[in-house]
């Protein structure tokens, strides 16, 4: 059963730049069935879909973040990673990573989230 | 990009209640629909993909229906451990969105 699991700075200043990774474990993310992608949610507020990339280069970003996103992929350490620049208050919310079914285009798998405040 | 309205924003109900929760999408999706169920802390779990299909273990007392762009989302007999907040989510063209949730409470 794959697992994923987010780590990163529960606190970040605003202007600086969000960094997360993800951890997967129990499949690999060479798997080609599978978008590895990142979704937030505001404190108390629906669900967002940031970007999501495929171990052959595939990349798409939401245009809302696009100009401030980058999602990458590390083959070798089985991870993947967000980087959200020039961040602000609006970026509090909690940061999921997730596992979506080429096929179906749907989270079969998600970490359990963490949460990232923009304060200084 | 697609935009997903659901309603109702909040339901109460009574346990052996059937719930119904409906979603329409701003333009043509197909059938590239699918529905999470989240508990508070938690993050969502998949119901139902593809408007119709149940995901693996989930119980039948969940299914799903389409007409055009209208969605729709059914629990047959409401049970205590489905009191949540349901998403609705299109899959047709990125980005993917979800609908802003409704929240099924205790009556």
């Known amino acids: 059963q794959v697992q994923l699991q987010e780590s990163g700075p529960g606190l970040v200043k605003p202007s600086q730049t969000l960094s997360l990774t993800c951890t997967v474990s129990g499949g690999s993310i060479s798997s080609g069935g599978y978008y590895w992608t990142w979704i937030r949610q505001h404190p108390g507020k629906g669900l967002e879909w940031i970007a999501y990339?495929?171990?052959?280069?595939?990349?798409d970003y939401n245009p809302s973040l696009k100009s401030r996103v980058t999602i990458s992929l590390d083959t070798s350490k089985n991870q993947f990673s967000l980087k959200l620049s020039s961040v602000t208050a609006a970026d509090t919310a909690v940061y999921y990573c997730a596992r979506v079914s080429i096929t179906i285009k749907v989270v079969g798998q998600w970490g359990q989230g963490t949460l990232v405040t923009v304060s200084s | 990009d697609i935009q997903m309205t659901q309603s109702p924003s909040s339901v109460s109900a009574s346990v052996g209640d059937r719930v119904t929760i409906t979603c329409r999408a701003s333009q043509g999706i197909s059938n590239w629909l699918a529905w999470y169920q989240q508990k508070p802390g938690k993050a969502p779990k998949l119901l139902i993909y593809?408007?119709?299909t149940l995901h693996s273990g989930v119980p039948s007392r969940f299914s799903g229906s389409t007409s055009g762009t209208d969605f729709t989302l059914t629990i047959s007999s409401l049970q205590p451990e489905d009191f949540a907040t349901y998403y609705c989510?299109?899959?047709?063209?990125?980005?993917?969105?979800f609908g802003q949730g409704t929240k099924v409470e205790i009556k």
């Open positions: 990339t495929h171990y052959s280069g595939t990349t």
């Open positions: 989510q299109q899959a047709n063209s990125f980005p993917w969105t």
């Open positions: 593809a408007a119709f």
